[in-house]
């Protein structure tokens, strides 16, 4: 079994103060005639963006916050990957959480799956039944933070084999579920793979509407997704 280690986030004061300078030092095109977001992103909001990071967000708060979370590395194929394994908790009957390995997209990492781990993790604190509760594993994708990028050509294909040496040989759970972030890496892969793959089922991120996200999207993206969405909602077809 490949031998595991905790992890802790600790980035360095140089490397903090190298981006502040280079975030400062950003030169930033002048605003076209066109409607906001209509030609690309807007330069006052990108403006407001870089001021926030500048001078409101606070990069120590947040990863003291990471490191109240389980972490780990576990070398496989010769890589270091990054991941979480929160156990879930046990319900009255003595049953055994189910393992699930969630697997994030691509532009992101594995924060945006954090929400999702307490519901999963102690579903009776969440008003669901804490029978349903799972052992949840969040790795970063091979090259993203924390992992070590592959030595062989990143392939979904490949991330799929990655996540299950990760679940099977290092975490030794015989069978376990997996639910993919975009473009379905490698969690999306898993499930499609030989008969003798643990992994038996798989799920995928549920469509979004454009104006759930953080940041204004360009119109006619915004009105391309919605319309999408809507028909994802209607006949169940996928985006």
């Given amino acids: 079994m490949p031998p595991i280690s905790p992890f802790r986030v600790d980035v360095s004061h140089e490397v903090l103060d190298d981006l502040r300078t280079r975030v400062l ?16 992103t807007d330069p006052a909001f990108l403006r407001r963006l870089l001021a926030y990071w500048v ?4 990069w120590r708060a947040v990863e003291a916050k990471l490191n109240e979370l389980p972490q780990y590395r576990a070398e496989i194929d010769g890589r ?3 991941f979480l394994h929160m156990p879930g908790t046990r319900a009255g009957n003595g049953s055994t959480p189910s393992p699930l390995i969630l697997s994030h997209g691509w532009p992101s990492c594995f924060v945006e ?3 999702l781990a307490p519901m999963l993790t102690h579903p009776g604190s969440h008003s669901a039944d804490p029978a349903d509760a799972f ?5 970063s994708l091979p090259g ?26 290092v975490l030794r759970y015989p069978r376990y579920g997996a639910f993919g972030g975009r473009h379905r890496r490698g969690g999306q892969r898993l499930a499609g793979g030989p008969p003798s793959r643990p992994c038996r089922r798989r799920a995928r991120n ?6 759930g ?3 204004p999207a360009p119109v006619r993206r915004r009105a391309g997704l919605s319309r999408r969405v809507d028909r994802v909602r209607r006949d169940g077809r996928r985006l």
């Fill in 113 to 115: 799956m954090l929400r």
């Fill in 206 to 211: 549920p469509p979004e509407r454009a104006d």
């Fill in 80 to 82: 270091s990957v990054h």
């Fill in 135 to 139: 052992d949840v594993v969040i790795p």
């Fill in 144 to 169: 993203f933070l924390f992992s070590e990028p592959p030595a062989d050509r990143w392939t979904r294909y490949g991330v799929a084999d990655i996540w299950d040496t990760l679940m099977s040989e």
């Fill in 55 to 58: 001078d409101d967000f606070d």
């Fill in 213 to 215: 996200f953080r940041g």
């Fill in 25 to 40: 030092r950003a030169r930033l095109p002048a605003a076209s005639d066109h409607e906001p977001w209509a030609a690309g």
